[in-house]
Nanobody, 121 residues
């Protein structure tokens, strides 16, 4: 069964760092675009960062210079390195990817279950 599994969330103080990881399970033929979204309480889900298969990266303005997205295609994994965390970064972070299941279907969009990041003093 195709899954995106996130790890690395937690509770930190302002200014500290966290690294989120997301790995696609077995059962896929290919991975295209990968991204991290987040959803804070009472707010809409927003795109944080994205990376294409060829490693073209985009970031939302509020995280530029602090967050770095990267991927390893051989490991079907995408990371989000988060530095200088702020209380406003508190949210559930979701992995998102365009995957091609081994079942023979074309590419479709998949979501992970999310991992909580809490930043407070």
């Amino acid at each position: 069964q195709v899954q995106l599994v996130e790890t690395g969330g937690g509770s930190v103080q302002p200014g500290e760092s966290l690294t989120l990881s997301c790995t696609a399970s077995e059962g896929i033929l290919g991975i295209d675009n990968m991204a991290w979204y987040r959803q804070a309480p009472g707010k809409q889900r927003e795109l944080v960062a994205s990376i294409t298969y060829g490693e073209v990266k985009k970031y939302t303005n509020s995280v530029k210079g602090r967050f770095t997205i990267s991927r390893d295609n051989a490991k079907s994994t995408v990371w989000l390195q988060m530095n200088s965390l702020k209380p406003e970064d508190t949210a559930v972070y979701y992995c998102n990817a365009d995957l091609q299941p081994i079942s023979g279907e074309g590419y479709s969009n998949w979501w992970g279950r999310g991992t909580q990041v809490a930043v407070s003093s």
